[in-house]
């Protein structure tokens, strides 16, 4: 089943943040509304996953504090940025920050709505990539010290023969191990593992911040 996803709407502008909220529920999106950005802060413990269709400027935090603010805080909702007052500075310090994009009001309906739909679309995508690389990690954090000196050396290209005298074990330890390792990544052949030890590895390699 698909998790639902919501467009969260960050606008001080009440005519505007009903209209915009009108014109996406008619489209069949789901739709929060908020009228500032500490209003949305407040609901940040309890985000679903979706978009952020951000008013750029607001009476207290700007559109874009908020933006930065998310990013010290790790939110991973792609952002779409609204204003009527587009300039150039304040449109690459928003992409800068990974806005998916920048539209200027009045912007139409088609418009919004397609930008909307194309960015659930990718967040969605993403989100399911997230959760397969955590369940390759959580595969990989399983195995033991020998299984993952098996799993390196299979995606090798060594057959069990090879590992077998490679690690200085009997080649029916080596199917063991090999069968175990094939359960705990969840694998379904050896190209499928490959492709996971590729994440695993790369994670191990890359240097702590």
Do not use: W
């Amino acid at each position: 089943m698909t998790e639902a996803q919501t467009v969260f709407l960050v606008d001080d502008d009440e005519a505007m943040r009903e209209s915009l909220a009108l014109l996406l529920q008619e489209a069949g999106l789901r739709v929060r509304s908020f009228a500032s950005a500490p209003e949305f802060l407040d609901a940040y413990p309890v985000i679903e996953p979706g978009c952020l269709v951000l008013d750029l400027r607001m009476p207290g935090m700007s559109g874009l504090e908020l933006q930065e603010t998310r990013q010290v805080m790790g939110a991973a909702l792609p952002v779409i940025f609204l204003s009527g007052f587009g300039d150039v500075p304040s449109t690459v310090r928003a992409i800068k920050g990974g806005a998916v994009d920048f539209l200027e009001k009045p912007v139409t309906a088609e418009a919004l709505v397609a930008r909307v739909r194309h960015t659930l679309a990718e967040e969605r995508r993403h989100r399911a990539r997230r959760a397969e690389r955590e369940m390759i990690r959580q595969g990989y954090a399983s195995l033991s010290p020998r299984e993952r000196e098996v799993m390196v050396l299979a995606t090798k290209g060594l057959a069990n023969k090879e590992i077998a005298r490679h690690l200085r074990i009997s080649p029916r330890t080596v199917e063991n191990h090999r069968a175990r390792v094939m359960e705990k990544m969840q694998a379904e052949n050896i190209a499928d593992l490959c492709r996971m030890a590729a994440v695993c590895l790369a994670a191990e390699e890359r240097p702590s911040a």
